[in-house]
């Protein structure tokens, strides 16, 4: 399958919604050491570290809730990219510690900022 083409604004809507959600979990104590590493079989959008845990974070970016929530799009066929990803990642870095996952879910407001959620460990 080659690779699918998005439009500008959906592009920028994505890369501002990559940075709101570094700067939530930024506030939330997790330091982000990486971001959009692209493996073979996935894309991580959000590589942190909390304590002694290596964080995975899908990024979900929406201008509206309309067709269900950001974090709803993560389903199991993005779950097995992530981990697909998170295992090419584990390797490449060395990392020998636990992994654990989050999803951040953001909606426009009309103001140009977002409403967010952050969901630990969403698929357990």
């Known amino acids: ?15 501002a919604g990559e940075k709101a959600a ?8 997790y330091e982000v050491v ?4 692209t493996a073979r079989r996935g894309e ?14 899908e990024v979900k970016t929406r201008t509206t809730e309309a067709f ?12 097995r990219a992530l981990a697909a990803a998170a295992a090419e990642y584990r390797l ?7 992994i654990r996952y989050a999803v951040v879910g953001l909606v426009g407001k009309p103001d140009g900022g977002f409403e967010s959620e952050l969901i630990e460990d969403p698929f357990e």
């Open 34 to 37: 990486g971001a959009g590493f």
């Open 44 to 57: 991580i959008d959000l590589i942190c570290r909390r304590g002694g845990e290596l964080v995975i974070v």
């Open 92 to 98: 490449l870095a060395g990392w020998k510690g636990p």
């Open 1 to 15: 399958m080659g690779a699918v083409s998005r439009p500008r604004a959906q592009l920028e809507l994505g890369r």
């Open 22 to 29: 570094a700067e939530l979990l930024k506030r939330r104590g």
């Open 68 to 79: 269900g929530t950001p974090a709803e799009a993560v389903g199991p066929r993005k779950r």
